[in-house]
């Protein structure tokens, strides 16, 4: 079985903060993949990122910076100088080998950034 | 560029009523398609999956059912809804095949409130 744990459930920080969201996940397949996605207040999920299990590499995009830990099993998401903008939840998510491309979800931080 | 429509928006229906949500996709063929709910505050929780026309998977055991009359077409239905089927209701795609696990992509959701 597989288990996504996001223990944040809620994050408060004030904006230009740099602020880390952490998941840790548990799965059997050897070849698994890892999501986060953003949840505005919209409601509508967002895609950021997919990473497969064999790319350790750390990846950057604007101020959004993902790492990759295999042997923590952990995948966490960090902002850097955070904006408002950014309040949301955040949902990290994890597929494994299974033929309908099921995703199964952390419980989501709640992030909000203050002015 | 794919795209996928949910509707209504929002819908409000008082208990032991019907149900019917509609979901398209638009730019892409033989999408896999998924129906969560989130509870309010809740992580997502995936209700029914779908790799082709006429072939469902459910996940959760529930008064709802779901229906792919067409290949880019997925409908979550309820003869009799009960005041627990509140929530919000999210469509979502993603590439057919398990091989290289493509990111689900969302639609913008229904939030059902049951009077």
């Known amino acids: 079985a597989q288990k996504v744990t996001q223990a944040q459930t809620e994050i408060s920080v004030v904006e230009k903060e740099d602020v880390t969201l952490d998941c840790v996940y548990e799965?059997?397949?050897?070849?698994?993949?890892l999501f986060w996605y953003k949840q505005p207040p919209s409601g509508e999920l967002v895609f950021l990122i997919r990473?497969?299990?064999?790319?350790?590499q750390n990846e950057i995009s604007g101020r959004y910076s993902w790492n990759f830990q295999k042997s923590t099993s952990s995948f966490n998401f960090t902002i850097t100088a955070s904006q408002v903008v950014d309040s949301a939840v955040y949902f990290c998510a994890l597929s494994g080998n299974n033929a309908g491309n099921m995703l199964t979800f952390g419980g989501g931080t709640r992030l909000m950034v203050k002015p | 560029s794919q795209t996928i429509h949910q509707w209504p928006a929002t819908l409000v229906q008082p208990v032991g009523s019907p149900l019917s949500l509609e979901c398209t996709v638009e730019?892409?063929?033989?999408?896999?398609l998924y129906w969560y709910r989130q509870a309010a505050g809740r992580g997502l929780q995936l209700l029914f999956y779908?790799?082709?026309?006429?072939?469902i998977s459910s996940e959760v055991p529930q008064n709802l059912s779901a229906s792919r009359p067409q290949d880019r077409q997925f409908i979550l239905s309820s003869k009799k809804l009960l005041l627990s089927d509140s929530g919000f209701y999210l469509c979502?795609?993603?590439?057919?095949?398990?091989?290289?696990?493509?990111?689900?992509?969302f639609g913008d959701g229904t939030r059902l409130s049951i009077l």
């Open positions: 799965t059997r397949d050897t070849t698994y993949y």
């Open positions: 979502a795609w993603s590439v057919l095949g398990a091989a290289t696990n493509q990111p689900q992509h």
């Open positions: 730019g892409t063929s033989n999408p896999n």
């Open positions: 990473r497969n299990s064999f790319d350790e």
């Open positions: 779908s790799v082709g026309i006429g072939q």
